[in-house]
T-cell receptor, first 114, second 113 residues
């Protein structure tokens, strides 16, 4: 089947610590993975993406790791700040003919303690 | 600001009623997606339009319908509303070429009493 799930529904970290949010997927045909951040009362916002031919990609304070062997995706946030408190969604993109299909995980809530 | 505009931001109505949610995509984006987000649930894909035509269908109920107009704005119609339809409804758009990144609006919060 096609599913994207999350290992941890909630994550609480201390300000300044690093955060790791995990995501499992099951579709080997996924060619592209995206992390979105959703702050309270707002729509999801793109954070970082990674193609299936890569295993690591870095952004500003964020790193996404992709392990295709075990179909695992993670988002690492360095020096977590209060503004990072949000729900984080992973999504996998599957090419389905002339269309792209985005499958979303359930989300992980990140709480940053000052 | 993502560039995607949704109206209304909040809507309260009664069971059995019908509502219309409106979405204006980012300038230049041809695809519009509708998502439903209920409490304790992730984003449920409802439907996608591309340049006026339905492109993909997700878990959209028969009581719901959508369309994309020639000016590319989209409307989501929800009828015979039930309590369980209370949710945040998001619209997203994506550019015609690229990796498929979605740009989300701020959402329309529907409360059915």
């Amino acid at each position: 089947g096609e599913s994207v799930g999350l290992h941890l529904p909630t994550l609480s970290v201390q300000e300044g610590d690093n955060s790791i949010i995990n995501c499992a997927y099951s579709n080997s045909a996924s060619d592209y993975f995206i992390w979105y951040k959703q702050e309270s009362g707002k729509g999801p916002q793109f954070i970082i993406d990674i193609r299936s031919n890569m295993d690591k990609r870095q952004g500003q304070r964020v790193t996404v790791l992709l392990n295709k062997t075990v179909k695992h995706l993670s988002l690492q946030i360095a020096a977590t700040q209060p503004g990072d408190s949000a729900v984080y969604f992973c999504a996998e993109n599957i090419n389905a003919g002339n269309n792209r299909k985005l499958i979303w995980g359930l989300g992980t809530s990140l709480a940053v303690n000052p | 600001d993502s560039g995607v505009t949704q109206t209304p931001k909040h809507l309260i109505t009664a069971t059995g009623q019908r509502v219309t949610l409106r979405c204006s995509p980012r300038s230049g984006d041809l695809s519009v997606y509708w998502y439903q987000q209920s409490l304790d649930q992730g984003l449920q894909f409802l439907i996608q339009y591309y340049n006026g035509e339905e492109r993909a269908k997700g878990n959209i109920l028969e009581r719901f319908s959508a369309q994309q107009f020639p000016d590319l704005h989209s409307e989501l119609n929800l009828s015979s509303l039930e309590l369980g339809d209370s949710a945040l409804y998001f619209c997203a758009s994506s550019p015609p070429v690229g990796t498929g990144e979605l740009f989300f609006g701020e959402g329309s919060r529907l409360t059915v009493l």
